[in-house]
């Protein structure tokens, strides 16, 4: 099992950016990654995914056009790259991998890093 390790998020001003990594150990990294993300009181929703080869990638509405999702297969990481922050974009944001099919759906996932806090102060 490959185990996820977030890190990167911290407190931004609106507007600002940050830069998530998911740094992953383990059996295998060729699969696919999904970044999800859960605020207080409010389901996990899907943020972004990859495909194992990088080719690939789809983006939640919202973030659509702000956010971009990387991977880097020799050094073993998925980037969350985030612009134009908003205060609705304040979660602990989790990267994930999982069997699919649907790589938007958090239930389509089975193994999940422990998260990383971001903050966007208005």
């Known amino acids: 099992q490959v185990q996820l390790v977030e890190s990167g998020g911290g407190l931004v001003q609106a507007g600002g950016s940050l830069r998530l990594s998911c740094a992953a150990s383990?059996?295998?990294?060729?699969?696919?990654m999904g970044w999800f993300r859960q605020a207080p009181g409010k389901e996990r929703e899907f943020v972004a995914t990859i495909s194992w080869n990088g080719v690939v990638t789809n983006y939640a509405d919202s973030v659509q056009g702000r956010f971009t999702i990387s991977r880097d297969n020799a050094k073993n990481t998925v980037n969350l790259e985030m612009n134009r922050l908003t205060p609705e974009d304040t979660a602990v944001y989790y990267c994930?991998?999982?069997?699919?099919?649907?790589?938007?759906?958090?239930?389509?996932?089975?193994?999940w890093g422990r998260g990383t806090q971001v903050t966007v102060s208005s």
């Open positions: 383990g059996r295998t990294f060729s699969t696919h």
């Open positions: 994930a991998t999982g069997p699919g099919p649907n790589w938007r759906r958090y239930d389509n996932y089975n193994n």
